[in-house]
């Protein structure tokens, strides 16, 4: 099947793509990995340094990440990042293959909406996230939708390496299909597929199984790498035997502060597509339901779940708003005046609802902006309403429709550039991973200035990790020499401690103690109702911490003979 390309598609493209550049990474690696984070990269560092330790079940990222290391001698936060930043850049270009199913200009417009989604965006700057899975699952499909079977078979090697999370993606495309088959049993409801090709060995097989081979062992150097991408499946079947703090709500809830934009156009695409019977719209509107179903029910569910129904979710807001672009030359002007009064409207409601969250709830100034929060959103219906019994129904549907297009975009573009990092650590995101390390840069250059001071090179003295399971922590320190114990042996005497915020004569007698802020988490789930509007306007939320002490052994210091111990 061909399609007719249009002017300037592949410029922007290659706009979309930049986009996606810029908000994948941008400040990649100022914001330290978290424990999540930090452990997959360690199992890279370590296979960059000749060591064999014991594979996560994401072989992909460990072993593209170790060659990295190697190849850069040593590990960064940025290179531990870069993965994850150009699977999640190259998801733009996915639109690509499927351009003849879902027409060019929607394909164009849904790569736009792949690059700006914050959801996308967090998960293309997390170590070992399902961007990776979602990438190469789709490129799959895509090169099979093209009967490109080599290709295909590749991708498909590389997403299966990708993680647990590919089986999130493969049951739901599974289920999706055999819901819509279901619906159509009276006509064979995927002839838009090329014959398949899936059983002849020398198209599909043997370059999956090349593929598998040579990227799951890093070329047959760490040949474990292998055991660990069949490790996905049993860590994928204990995910749906464990238990999340996540509730539910706060799947529905993200949704809503994170692409407002993408659930106001799809709800518009499932109602016409279930009225008119479209063979785009039902399929992805199964898609999406399924998608979020599984994530839902899944006892160990994270938000980084709902990145499966994501890419449905926007194909449909594509879809939607393509059918608004088209605007008559005569009718320019009625609906740049429409658009601007929406915008206009909007701006105003968001600046009144910002100013209600610090405010004291229930005094007479909060319910006066109450009620003009109210009132703003009765003068928008009603301006809407006098354009159409004054212009046309059709002036008042498309100048309305993009008016909100760009009010609710800015706010799923603020979401991005807030998951992105670029507003600093202190401003909190539902989709950033839990317990962020505060102090990591600080501590990390003390034990530098420390060695360096008392030993003539920052990277020799010798550091213990005491009681603290946290393998960012190790992360931090991963250059010099560092032990992690349970408790320290009273016949060592390491150069610097780490341990728990606690009261321990032993150390505070032979060293002097310092203490850092180190994992921070939200405080999701005992948050007040004023707390999330806080949050909502201004990324404010309460936060618990943990606290731990760098202890440096006395005689490190340059004043320990004058002053003695402490």
Do not use: C
């Amino acid at each position: 099947m061909n399609y007719r390309h249009f002017k300037h598609e592949g410029w922007l493209y290659a706009l979309a793509f930049l986009f996606a550049i810029l908000l994948r990474f941008a400040q990649l690696g100022a914001m330290p990995l978290t424990d999540a984070e930090a452990a997959p990269a360690l199992q890279a560092l370590q296979i960059s340094q000749g060591l064999k330790p014991a594979l996560d079940p994401h072989p992909f990222y460990i072993l593209s990440t170790a060659a990295l290391f190697f190849l850069y001698g040593g590990g960064t936060d940025f290179l531990a990042r870069l993965i994850p930043a150009l699977a999640g850049s190259l998801l733009v270009l996915a639109p690509l293959l499927f351009a003849e199913r879902i027409k060019p200009r929607v394909a164009v417009l849904l790569a736009f909406f792949l690059a700006l989604d914050p959801g996308l965006v967090a998960l293309s700057r997390q170590v070992a996230s399902p961007i990776l899975s979602v990438t190469f699952l789709l490129a799959a499909l895509g090169f099979y939708l093209r009967n490109k079977p080599n290709l295909a078979a590749v991708f498909a090697a590389f997403a299966l390496l990708s993680g647990p999370s590919i089986w999130n993606g493969v049951l739901g495309l599974a289920i999706t299909l055999g819901i819509w088959r279901f619906l159509n049993s009276r006509r064979a409801p995927l002839e838009i597929l090329p014959s398949p090709f899936i059983l002849h060995p020398s198209s599909f097989i043997l370059p999956f199984a090349a593929a598998f081979l040579l990227a799951g062992s890093l070329f047959f150097v760490v040949p474990n790498g292998l055991s660990a991408a069949l490790g996905s499946i049993p860590a994928f079947i204990q995910s749906w035997l464990g238990v999340s703090y996540v509730p539910v709500g706060r799947l529905f809830f993200s949704l809503l502060v994170y692409q407002p934009l993408g659930i106001l156009l799809a709800v518009f695409a499932l109602i016409r597509g279930w009225i008119n019977n479209s063979s785009r719209i039902i399929p992805l509107s199964i898609w999406f339901f399924v998608a979020l179903l599984l994530a839902i029910f899944n006892p160990s569910r994270q938000l980084a779940d709902l990145a499966w129904a994501l890419i449905p979710l926007w194909a449909m807001a594509a879809l939607e708003l393509i059918r608004n672009v088209d605007i008559f030359i005569e009718e320019r002007a009625e609906v740049a005046g429409v658009i601007f009064l929406t915008v206009f409207i909007w701006t105003f409601a968001w600046l009144d609802f910002s100013s209600l969250t610090t405010l004291p709830v229930g005094s007479r100034e909060y319910l006066m902006r109450v009620w003009l929060l109210v009132g703003t959103f009765f003068l928008l219906t009603m301006s809407l309403l006098l354009v159409a019994a004054g212009w046309s129904i059709r002036v008042a549907r498309i100048g309305g429709l993009w008016g909100l297009v760009l009010a609710l975009g800015a706010l799923g573009v603020g979401g991005a550039f807030g998951v992105a990092g670029l507003r600093g650590g202190g401003f909190p995101e539902l989709w950033w991973l839990p317990e962020q390390p505060l102090h990591a840069r600080l501590l990390e250059s003390t034990v530098s200035d420390v060695s360096e001071w008392g030993i003539g090179d920052d990277h020799a003295a010798t550091v213990s990790i005491v009681g603290i399971d946290s393998p960012a922590l190790e992360w931090v320190l991963r250059e010099r020499q560092v032990s992690v114990v349970q408790s320290l042996d009273s016949s060592s005497a390491p150069a610097i401690v780490i341990s728990p915020l606690q009261d321990d004569p032993v150390l505070s007698s032979a060293y002097r103690g310092q203490d850092f802020a180190w994992r921070q988490t939200p405080l999701w789930n005992v948050s007040l109702p004023s707390d999330w509007a806080r949050w909502l306007a201004l990324r404010q939320m309460p936060t618990s911490g943990e606290t731990l002490i760098l202890w440096v052994r006395d005689d490190l210091f340059i004043n320990s003979a004058e002053t003695g111990n402490p």
